[in-house]
């Protein structure tokens, strides 16, 4: 029987002799996201659960050897390191960074192992300049915990009132360490008591900046913490993922390790990575959308007394909204597009609109969801509006605010893990997953999500989920019926006359419906390219 090889990480990091963090930890961690582990001794640690009594950094040339011999065989996808031991091993790993990317691409995720939660130091200043000037430029990833964070940040001669000790100058470390060279950072805050019942790390990565926050694991067996979620992260990207959604399923599975954590020793015991943390609803984050620690009510599975949206159809003037409508839809919403630079007489045009689809759907019982335009559709008495992730980031904090005052309900789109996770802050009348099949109604960079995304989508999110793009087949909407979403959507399909066409589509639903419903996969498929 033929296998498929399995992707390569390697982790260039200390052996914990009481199994608990570095190596240990980072081979757990691979197994739960079935990737190949190449484990690369840069230290050898002689410590137990109580502490650390001796570390002997590998000389160079044994740290050589290893990877040279590695890369004639089992080069990486991905490089993770951990205790590195001194500034020569530290050189020597940023010299084979440049010699692989010369090859191909390698990602480098660095967690800074510059001490031990028992007090020991891993790190002298030396070592520390070494981080900054020969890791930090190649970094894909960096994830420190707070305290290595800010003594990363704390150059010398540098003026950083960011490194008062409270946890509201995490995002600015963040961003002088990326300004230092590294793509994205993650600092994790699992160690402060400054939110209550909350374990929170900031994320700062190309395609998005913000809170993760789960429920904090009561457990004194945390050892090898930092390490699972950094060799998470590297997983998670050797497998296709972008550094924001692969720290979200870091954070998944290292809260996961932490619950199954146990006692090896008198002191703390090691957290176990297992598999299967991909499929446990309550192990979906909350992402907050900027700076401030605000979050939504904690989220339990959508009740099954919400009323389903079933078919829900999309269309572009009053006219459409009152023929959808007359055929017995009752969820329609009204996506009028926003001209470059409209005038008063576009304005017009969609006041009218709005105003008189709110009496029509009002006088069906049909919900009525405007897009975008949430102020003008309060104003006009509608009660649901359908707001995009951009435009939702552009309303800042105040203008969120604003929004959840009128009392609205909000559906919200997401195309990857870490933009269901921040929808979830909002808790919405639904999230939109798409586009399920390839879509050209809207230029977009993101890969269909498929069955498979949407099946995961509709188990994990928590709240009603609306299949969305490419349904252009009454066969497709079955299928996407038959993930448990609450509602499909259909834009071209509903033709030029939808009296003809919504029964052929509302059949399909009722098909997909009675069908046995989509199975979950063990983890999502990369819904966006790493080069995006």
């Not at 065989?73 to 084979?96: C, E, F, H, Q, Y």
């Not at 230092?180 to 909350?198: F, K, P, Y």
């Not at 913490?225 to 972008?242: I, N």
């Not at 023929?323 to 009028?336: D, E, F, S």
Request: aromatic share 4%.
């Amino acid at each position: 029987m033929q296998f498929e090889k399995p992707l390569i990480v390697w982790s260039i990091a200390g052996n914990d002799s009481g199994g608990g963090a570095g190596l240990s930890a980072d081979q757990r961690a691979a197994d739960a996201f079935g990737v190949h582990l190449c484990p690369v001794v840069a230290a050898i640690t002689a410590q137990n659960s109580v502490g650390v009594a001796h570390i002997e950094p590998t000389s160079s040339e044994v740290l050589e050897a290893q990877l040279a011999v590695l890369a004639e065989d089992m080069p990486p996808a991905v490089i993770k390191t951990g205790m590195l031991g001194n500034a020569s091993n530290v050189m020597t790993v940023a010299r084979w960074v440049d010699r692989l990317r010369e090859r191909g691409t390698v990602a480098l995720v660095i967690d800074p192992v510059l001490g031990s939660t028992t007090g020991a130091s891993f790190a002298n200043e030396s070592m520390v300049q070494a981080y900054r000037e020969w890791l930090l430029p190649r970094a894909t990833l960096i994830t420190p915990n707070e305290n290595e964070a800010r003594r990363l940040a704390a150059r010398a001669g540098d003026a950083l009132p960011v490194l008062t000790p409270n946890i509201d100058s995490i995002p600015t470390i963040a961003r002088t360490l990326r300004a230092s060279g590294a793509a994205a950072v993650a600092i994790t805050c699992g160690d402060s008591s400054s939110i209550s019942g909350q374990s929170v790390d900031w994320i700062d990565t190309p395609h998005a900046a913000g809170w993760l926050a789960l429920p904090r694991v009561d457990t004194l067996n945390n050892h090898g913490t930092g390490c699972t979620f950094a060799t998470s992260a590297a997983a998670a990207m050797a497998l296709g993922f972008v550094s924001a959604d692969a720290l979200v399923l870091a954070k998944m599975a290292t809260t996961h390790a932490l619950r199954h954590g146990y006692a090896a020793g008198q002191g703390a015991g090691p957290v176990a990575s297992r598999a299967g943390f991909a499929i446990i609803p309550e192990l979906m984050p909350q992402m907050s959308w900027g700076e401030s620690l605000e979050f939504g009510d904690e989220i339990s599975p959508a009740s099954a007394s919400e009323p389903a949206l079933d078919l829900y159809a999309i269309v572009d003037s009053a006219d459409r909204v009152g023929q959808v409508v007359a055929t017995g839809i009752k969820t329609v919403q009204l996506r009028i597009k926003e001209p470059p630079a409209p005038d008063d007489a576009w304005w017009s045009v969609l006041r009218d609109a709005i105003k008189a689809s709110v009496a029509v759907c009002r006088s069906a019982g049909a919900l009525l969801i405007v897009n975008d335009h949430w102020q003008l559709a309060h104003e006009l008495g509608a009660s649901a509006v359908h707001v995009g992730q951009e435009d939702l980031l552009a309303l800042g904090d105040a203008g969120r605010a604003q929004l959840a005052r009128t009392g609205m309900r909000v559906g919200v789109s997401s195309h990857s893990l870490w933009e269901l996770a921040r929808s979830r802050s909002l808790n919405p009348l639904y999230v939109a997953c798409g586009p399920v099949w390839p879509t050209l109604t809207k230029a977009m960079p993101w890969r269909a999500q498929g069955l498979d995304n949407l099946a995961w989508w509709v188990h994990m999110a928590g709240v009603p989920v609306v299949a969305i793009g490419g349904i252009l087949e009454p066969g497709q909407l079955s299928l996407a019926a038959q993930s448990g979403a609450s509602g499909v959507c259909v834009v071209r399909g509903l033709g030029d006359d939808p009296s003809k066409t919504v029964p052929i589509w509302q059949a399909a639903l009722v098909h997909g419906r009675a069908e046995p419903i989509l199975p979950t996969p063990a983890m999502p498929h990369p819904s966006l390219d790493t080069t995006s």
